[in-house]
């Protein structure tokens, strides 16, 4: 049988170049070769633009990979849930233990220079989901971190995480609703959301309520998805919109550097970091099918598959130019004195 029938996925759709296939198309193409002991993905490599590309020259294993024993797959995930323990263990397999979103540990390393905290500060995370940030951030500075999170089911998860790391007072998850739930005030020293404001309706309420929960010279860093300018969204971003579960919000990227500039903050200029951003989806899958030998692929290819469609819809926004991602940094100002 067809690898690539054999593990149920759809023959990618499209006339497009090899170079150009959709996200979807392409990892269903690497799923199927690594079903294939002659490719080794340790040869597939990430041009610039983001594009895989197989070395040529790729010489076959000595001991290819043996035929696994009969495998019976799990079927679809029945559980109606949206963070099933079956889609957690491919996207925490995806992007590290406690992390839903791309790049994970790392990601969040990399900004630490950037925060410069201390066991001395306090930090409040818009976004806490599993606890995994929230841990990275005290294993890694000592910083205090009070963690929001309003998925309710993230927030669950959270709770429990937050005991089976020991983080119930370094890091705690609390259920928040963004917008209504209310920061205490003048009490941190940093605040950090990754790529999880854009579901939230009432944004400028939740802008400020980040502004008043800092101290002055305190700092905010946030990623988010944007619209690319104030025309209306494109049809791929239209497609991603539809498919989430919570519906995005999206505001174009100067809108809210402009908002968060009225506040009382020193805005710095906003960085756009889709590339980056696309890449780390793309290493991430790499490194996920890098780790999969054929039994365990198959045993959970249905999950696999699911998965990867949720991230395909959303990369077909990105590469449509219709959809960004965008880093905003400011510094907290001495609050305004009130006119006598």
């Known amino acids: 049988m067809d690898s690539k029938a054999e593990l149920g996925v759809p023959p990618a759709s499209g006339a497009l170049p090899a170079n150009k296939l959709s996200f979807v198309g392409k990892f269903a193409r690497l799923c199927a070769r690594r079903l294939d002991p002659y490719y080794d993905i340790r040869h597939l490599k990430i041009d610039e633009a983001g594009d895989t ?76 989901s599993l606890c995994g940030i929230g841990r990275t951030l005290v294993d890694e500075t000592g910083v205090w971190v009070t963690g929001y999170e309003d998925n309710e089911e993230l927030a669950a998860l959270g709770k429990e995480r937050e005991v089976l790391y020991a983080m119930q007072r370094r890091a705690p998850v609390n259920k928040a609703k963004y917008g209504e739930t209310e920061f205490k005030k003048k009490s941190f020293d940093a605040v950090l959301s990754l790529e999880r404001i854009y579901t939230v309706e009432n944004k400028k309420e939740l802008f400020a309520q980040m502004v008043d929960g800092m101290r002055t010279d305190g700092e905010l860093l946030y990623t988010d998805f944007v619209l690319p300018d104030t025309n209306p969204p494109n049809d791929a971003v239209k497609a991603w919109i539809a498919a989430q579960p919570v519906t995005p919000h999206l505001w174009p990227g100067e809108v809210t550097q402009a908002y968060l500039a009225s506040l009382n903050v020193d805005a710095r200029p906003l960085t756009d970091i889709t590339r980056a951003y696309r890449n780390r989806v793309l290493v991430g899958w790499l490194n996920f099918l890098s780790t999969m030998n054929k039994e365990r692929l198959l045993k959970i290819a249905d999950d696999v598959i699911a998965e990867c469609e949720r991230w395909a819809v959303l990369m077909n926004a990105i590469d449509s130019g219709g959809l960004k991602v965008y880093q905003y940094h400011a510094f907290k100002l001495m609050d305004r004195k009130k006119p006598q």
Not at 56 to 67: K, Q, R, S, T
Not at 68 to 76: D, I, K, L, R, S
Request: zero cysteines.
């Open 53 to 128: 590309h197989w070395l040529e020259n790729i010489a076959e294993p000595e001991a290819p990979e043996p035929e696994p024993a009969e495998v019976v797959p799990q079927g679809p995930d029945t559980s109606g849930l949206v963070w099933s323990s079956r889609r957690l263990n491919v996207v925490e397999q995806l992007w590290g233990d406690g992390y839903i979103m791309p790049g994970g540990e790392e990601f969040v390393k990399e900004h630490l220079p950037m925060l410069a905290l201390t066991e001395k500060m306090s930090l409040l995370l818009v976004g806490a």
